[in-house]
């Protein structure tokens, strides 16, 4: 028998090792050769330092004070909103002035009546303002009436002029505070009064969106207060069909309306039967919640949840309703709830049989054949005597609405809902069902009073503002001590003024976080901003963001504390730190640190904030400015267009002549200017960033930083003095203009063919880049992928994979490079005589990395020849864009010599009629790939194609064996509450933005002073993921820093070289003899694929993840008012009518009655 010949072992190891290093160091000589990286840390350790000490305690109190002060000014203007309104409608009715009003809403004066919905109505005239992100009036507010409202109805015609007598106290309260958002109020009869006045945000064919006050969360939680909320649906076979879908409807219409002060949960009710041919059907009654024994917080992921699982409900089984009853008001009775007022939700089809399909018995078998079991039949006063029963033991006594879908048997819904204090509706579709639901809402809307005011969960803006809370106070009228609701008056707050004043205290590596007092962090550093943001967000709790593994351990106290409001501060050794390594996808870079938290509870809000101080913290340093001796180029802001301006050019009469701005160059897509470099300014650069982000007027904006970044003054204004700017913003801009010159010769002509841009970013928020371009407002570098690389990745170089070039220039690399902080030499200090080698601190003499805390021994011009050691904190990050082509083509030239050198075909050693060839690749850190020869011919618009392919998808058979067998890439698994799922596939979507946006440079800002905020492309929507990734672990790969094998799989087979390129984030591998197998029809291959792939997954009810809070604060119970509702059902030929005698009394006493 012949022998088959087997794989060759490791015959290319020299070479490969050989390519590695050959890669290795034409990456930093390509890096030296455009950064000029040893000469830019020259730069920043000659430069001198301002050293200031900061006092955590004083720093958290100054901010406590600054928030308490903002939130105390929108509680006053929102008091002040409230009795304005109170005013208005008192002496509107005091006066008697309905009377004079026309029968016809139309008819109302033009200066008593705006509408949102009609253009003629419209309050111009109309402006665009930077702080709604739209045409507005400022001047005038605006009524928006519900479709489900009778416009010329009386009451809403009186409402519409009586609340237009608020508008002088909003535009009052926007004088007194210039940063004020949306003011408004909700009215009980559907209609609301809106301030600034603007035409209503309509859908994609142009009609205006509705808009029911009464229907929103913040109306609801402010008119209602806290509640427990049980739905009981009837699951049956008779439901299925249209039944069925006006049942799932109905759930989740009241769902959505529910807020996070309320409990909620679902019933499924039905139970198991036989078919007609004596088949069994298991069912049983089942509470769809994550917890199946107690109500839940209806928190946003628990809404979502709960909507998941009822999008999946499919009908089926006994109409046995009993069970569902009693585990209904054991929920209700149960230590998980707000004990403020029981509801109950009934939806049923009261069918006393469903169906010829449903046997209450196996039946049996006679000489003539089957004979199935009885159709089961129900006796629903059963039902409805336990339901009394139940109902007598719960306090407070639920109030049950029915909702009769497509039935005729009115008889078992009218009975449990007429006799506890609630209705019953018939439905027979889903149209209008906010309206046939009116009375259940018109309930929550009159049925308590109280007097403080509420806070809602933060929203996504509909209008552009980002993450919003709103503000709620109900309004009741002082008319005879009646206390009838009005309605509700509403403020909102956006989160990013309150991001802007906690992150105006910020320096070094401190950073801050928001929570609310069920412990979930609102904003912190890892979070998703709400640009990014497609849907309302989930939010996690703190302790997933600042602890690890259980660590550190007490923590949680300081959680506690901040979620009762309390002050304080506790130092950890072991503070948990995480940088995202890059894009959020690539995950978390995990350390620790000695650090403090200082933590405070803001007064007048249901939040806390904390600062958390490394111990290096404690010493804010920053560059000093320039000697006056150094000569500087001019500083040119990003914002070239606005020196062509009027005032521009007024203020700085040759700047757009000297920018010499290039609108049409071919390889570019946007203006540039090689003339100059050009700097931008993050908001965290800024005294006050929102007064920058707020500013409409970019030319203003330009013109200041153009005058501050040129001017050699001394003696800067502080942030405390009335600056502008923060300390070191302007020593930054004049020290990175130094690299211009030196950028300009690098990149000529020439060059410029494959290097397409070269910039630095720094931590104060400064950013230079030439050649000079325009740059988003808001841009912060220190957020960017390219810098969280380089954080992560301090001491090497970091290098992306290919993404497609904001400009539209096509498929580019990013490579980057960390610069750290100044130092100066203290060798002859007593500190490097004290420290152990391994330990020594920054600034003494080293001969190794492994002598230094920091890991990082090298050459400096103000230590003579001599090497010392670096800081560990990095100061900035300075990279470059090359086409992917051209780095392709650089690396394939190393890895073009020698023996089976890449890319080459040749006869398969193991199998001669098979063609082989060597694939090579580049390979990051997180095991995305970052060179492949297939990346050259993929669409650059289809980004998924070539942007963070994981070596799975390419080689799935070599990742298998590297992470299963050699364990260099370790897998790490994270849920994102924060996610983003897509419809269909993305490349449509990206090609249109792309293109369009590419046409319409104007200025920095993308407002569009016309159109208004772009809505976001549709394919989007907001959802749970399970983010998986890898992260390398190169210890593994032991003193060669490499490992070979032969693989062989459904995919490919052949022999592998996986290498590490140290001074970098890359790893080489190399695939020998490679034979690629049919995988079109291969499923086994397309299996091997995802076993190890990475990416981001959409989980169903993954919420259930986070589904409880640790703490919830006991809510304060309104005054429940005494609410009768008119209820009647028929029987048979008769109608039932039930509280109807007492309903003219009732509606009387309901406003003077109270329990």
């Known amino acids: ?15 490969v090792q050989k390519w590695a290093t050959e890669i290795e160091g034409d990456m930093l000589t390509l890096t030296e050769d455009i950064f000029g990286t040893q000469k830019v840390q020259q730069m920043f350790d000659s430069s001198l330092y301002e050293i200031q000490f900061k006092d955590g305690n004083q720093v958290a109190d100054e901010v406590q004070n600054t928030l308490a002060d903002y939130f105390v000014k929108r509680e006053q203007a929102l008091n002040d909103v409230a009795k304005a309104a109170v005013n208005a409608h008192d002496n ?45 009036n400022v001047t005038r507010g605006c009524a928006k009436i519900s479709d489900q409202v009778d416009r ?42 809106t301030f600034p006045g603007r035409p209503w945000t309509t859908n994609f064919v142009g009609f205006t969106k509705d808009y029911d006050p009464r229907l929103r969360p913040w109306y609801i939680a ?6 427990d909320v049980v739905i009981v649906i009837d699951c049956s076979l008779s ?11 109905v759930a989740k219409t009241v769902l959505a309306t529910l807020t996070r002060n309320d409990y ?20 049983e009654t089942t509470v769809l919640g994550c917890y199946k024994d107690q109500l839940i917080p209806a928190s946003l992921p628990n809404r979502k949840s709960l909507t998941s699982v009822i999008d999946n409900l499919e009908a089926g089984g006994t109409s046995e309703m009993k069970k569902g009853f009693q585990k209904a008001f054991q929920l209700l009775r149960g230590s998980h709830r707000t004990g403020c007022q029981s509801i109950m939700i009934v939806i049923t089809d009261g069918e006393k049989n469903d169906g010829p399909k449903v046997r209450c018995s196996p039946g049996y078998y006679t000489r003539s054949g089957f004979v199935p079991g009885p159709i089961c039949r129900y006796d629903w006063e059963k039902v409805v005597d336990e339901i009394t029963a139940q109902n007598k033991i719960t306090n407070p006594k639920a109030r049950i609405f029915s909702y ?19 209705i019953m509706v018939k439905l027979e579709s889903t149209e209008n069902l906010i309206s046939n639901m009116e009375h259940y809402y018109n309930y929550l809307a009159s049925g308590s009073f109280h007097t403080q005011i509420t806070w809602t969960a933060p929203y996504l803006d509909a209008s552009g503002l980002g993450l919003t809370v709103t503000l709620a106070s109900l309004v009741t009228s002082g008319r005879d001590g009646s206390n009838e609701t009005l309605g509700v008056a509403g403020i909102d707050v956006t989160l990013a003024e309150i991001e802007d004043l906690l992150q105006r205290y910020e320096w070094g590596t401190a950073y801050s976080f928001l929570i609310n007092t069920d412990g979930e962090a609102i904003f912190h550093p890892r979070l998703k901003p709400s640009s990014e943001l497609v849907d309302d967000p989930i939010f996690v709790s703190i302790d997933q963001l600042e602890m690890s593994q259980g660590r550190p351990k007490n923590f949680t106290k300081v959680r506690s504390e901040m979620q009762e409001g309390k002050s304080g501060s506790k130092h950890f050794s072991n503070c948990v730190r995480g940088i995202p390594k890059g894009d959020y996808e690539d995950g978390v870079d995990i350390f620790q640190v000695p650090c403090t938290y200082y933590y405070r509870g803001i007064t007048g809000s249901t939040y806390a904030f904390a600062f958390n101080l490394a111990d290096s913290d404690k010493q804010d340093r920053y560059l000093k400015n320039l000697n006056r001796s150094v000569a500087l180029p001019t500083s040119y802001f990003c914002a070239m267009f606005d020196y062509d301006t009027i005032y521009g050019r007024e203020r700085i009469p040759d700047g757009y002549n000297q920018l010499d701005v290039q609108r049409n160059n071919l390889q570019y897509n946007v203006p540039v200017s090689f003339a100059h470099s050009i700097f931008t300014l993050a908001p965290r650069s800024y005294c006050e960033p929102s007064k920058y982000l707020l500013q409409g007027n970019s030319t203003l904006i330009t013109v200041a930083a153009h005058v501050y970044a040129n001017s050699r003054e001394t003696n800067n204004r502080s942030c405390l003095n009335g600056g502008e700017f923060k300390d070191g913003v302007r020593a930054t801009i004049q020290l990175t203009s130094l690299l211009e010159d030196e950028w300009k010769q690098k990149l000529d002509a020439t060059r410029r063919q494959n290097v397409k841009w070269v910039y630095i970013g720094v931590r104060n928020g400064v950013f230079r880049s030439y050649p000079g371009n325009i740059v988003k407002k808001g841009y912060d570098p220190v957020k960017r992928p390219w810098y969280l690389r380089s954080l992560t990745n301090p001491n090497k170089i970091a290098i992306s994979t290919a993404y497609l070039d904001s400009a539209g220039i096509g498929k580019v690399i990013t490579i980057s490079k960390a610069i750290k902080e100044g130092i100066f030499d203290i060798s002859n200090s007593s500190l490097c005589n004290t420290e152990v080698i391994g330990n020594l601190p920054a600034g003494c003499a080293c001969n190794a990395d492994s002598d230094c805390a920091s890991k990082s021994c090298y050459n400096t011009s103000t230590s003579s020849d001599a090497r010392i050691i670096q800081r560990e904190n990095v100061e900035a990050v300075i990279a470059m864009d090359i086409l992917y082509k051209d780095y392709y083509d650089r690396i394939q030239k190393k890895l073009n010599s020698g023996q089976k050198a890449c890319e080459v075909e040749y006869q398969c050693p193991t199998n001669p009629s098979k063609i082989c060839v060597t694939r090579c690749y580049l390979v990051d850190n997180v095991a995305n790939i970052v060179t492949a020869k297939e990346f050259l011919s993929d669409n650059q618009y289809d980004e998924v194609q070539y942007n963070r392919v994981t070596l799975s998808f390419k080689q799935p058979e070599v990742m298998s064996k590297l992470v299963h067998k050699y364990r260099v890439f370790q897998r790490r698994e994270n849920i994102d509450f924060q996610g983003t799922c897509k419809i269909s596939d993305a490349t449509t979507s990206r090609v249109v933005f792309r293109q369009s946006r590419n046409k319409s440079w104007r200025g920095f800002s993308e407002d569009n002073s016309n159109q208004g905020p772009f809505p976001p492309f549709q394919n989007d929507y907001g959802c749970i993921q399970d983010v998986v990734g890898y992260e390398a672990h190169p210890e593994t790969l032991g003193q060669s820093r490499m490992v070979y094998d032969y693989f062989t799989g459904p995919c490919s087979e052949g022999f592998f070289y996986f290498i590490q390129l140290p001074r970098t984030n890359l790893f080489l591998l190399v695939v020998e003899n490679y034979l690629q197998h049919d995988t079109y029809f291969n499923i086994n291959c397309h299996i091997a694929r995802r076993v190890t792939a990475a990416g981001s997954f959409e989980l169903k009810n993954g919420t259930c993840q986070n589904a409880l809070s640790f703490y919830t604060k006991k809510p304060i119970c309104p005054t429940i008012r005494k609410v009768l509702i008119p209820c009647s059902f028929n029987t048979g030929n008769t109608l039932s009518v039930i509280n109807v005698h007492m309903f003219v009394i009732a509606t009387i006493l309901a406003f003077f009655h109270v329990i």
Not at 161 to 189: C, H, M, P, R
Request: some cysteine; charged content about 20%; proline content about 4%.
């Open 1 to 15: 028998m012949a022998c088959q010949s087997l794989p060759p072992r490791g015959g290319l190891v020299a070479q």
């Open 92 to 136: 509107f009715y005091l006066k008697n002035l309905g009377s004079l009003l026309p029968n016809q809403l139309q008819n109302l004066s033009f200066d008593t009546y705006f509408d949102t919905d009609i253009p003629s109505r419209y309050p111009e005239p109309l402006a665009y303002d930077t702080r709604y992100f739209q045409k507005v």
């Open 152 to 193: 010329n109805s009386k009451d809403v015609i009186e409402t519409v002029a009586w609340t237009s007598d608020i508008n002088k106290q909003y535009v009052e309260n926007l004088k007194n505070d210039n940063f004020l958002k949306w003011q408004y109020f909700g009215s009980k009869f559907g209609l609301s009064f």
């Open 222 to 227: 402010a008119t209602s207060g806290p509640k």
């Open 239 to 249: 439901m299925e069909g249209n039944r069925f879908r006006i049942a799932k409807a």
């Open 264 to 283: 909620v949960n679902i019933i499924c009710a039905r139970f198991s039967h036989w078919d007609e041919t004596g088949k069994w059907h298991y069912y």
């Open 404 to 422: 009769l879908t497509i039935s005729k048997e009115e008889s078992f819904a009218g009975k449990i809902a007429c006799s506890n204090q609630g």
